[in-house]
């Protein structure tokens, strides 16, 4: 019977412990993903980019973070460079602080693939990351964020393709590449839920059994 061991009844305090236990384990952590070797070049001079599978099931909770540094140039003589974001950082045809796009994209911008799931575009092209300024950041970083956070919709994926590329059209007068340094991912702290109404009923209904047993037994 619920709340006993053995001939003693299971005390309320003791209940409630493994109750909420079982809770915290429950709870799921989520995972990091992590670049291989802790660098990934990604050449502005190739549609194919670069890629590395996940080993384990992938999520829309699970998070990445780094930052990026190197800038593509996607016309000749090194001109029109951008950040992650597609922001111009060296001129072209565009000036320094502009930005031109197509279809869903900045031209430039580093797009990051999930394999069965889909593409986002990783930083917005904003002025937070540069647009419209006349001295925009040439690296940019990304903090610890979820894969949701970026726009990829509810997954579950075994064992996917992670791609990322630079978005462009014509890659045939392209030179340069961005660098993607791994972002050390923040301690992992196992949540505490709060909870839930049906959780509580079972609590109480836990610890009244307790008490009952307990008092017909005096």
Not at 11 to 20: T, W
Not at 72 to 84: A, I, K, W
Not at 92 to 103: L, Y
Request: proline letters at 7%; charged letters at 5%; hydrophobic letters at 45%.
């Amino acid at each position: 019977m619920v709340g006993f061991t053995g001939d003693h009844p299971m005390k309320p305090s003791r209940i409630a412990s493994l109750v909420c236990a079982t809770l915290v384990t429950a709870a799921a952590q989520a995972a990091n993903v992590n670049l291989p070797g802790g660098t990934l070049v990604i050449p502005g001079t190739s549609p194919a980019g670069a890629s590395f599978t996940y080993a384990g099931t992938l999520t829309q909770a699970d998070t990445i973070a780094f930052s990026q540094t190197g800038n593509p140039c996607l016309q000749s003589g090194n001109t029109y460079c951008v950040n992650g974001a597609g922001v111009i950082v060296v001129a072209g045809t565009s000036p320094v602080g502009a930005s031109t796009g197509f279809g869903s994209w900045t031209y430039g911008a580093l797009l990051m693939q999930i394999s069965g799931v889909g593409t986002v575009q990783v930083w917005p092209t904003n002025a937070a990351n540069g647009l419209g300024s006349g001295s925009p950041p040439t690296g940019l970083t990304l903090p610890t964020t979820t894969l949701a956070a970026l726009g990829f919709p509810a997954f579950s994926q075994a064992n996917p393709t992670i791609t990322f590329t630079v978005a462009d059209t014509n890659f045939g007068d392209n030179s340069e590449s961005f660098t993607l340094t791994q972002a050390a991912a923040p301690a992992a702290v196992a949540p505490v839920p709060t909870l839930a109404e049906w959780s509580l009923g079972a609590l109480a209904l836990l610890v009244g059994l307790g008490g009952a047993a307990r008092a017909r037994r005096r």
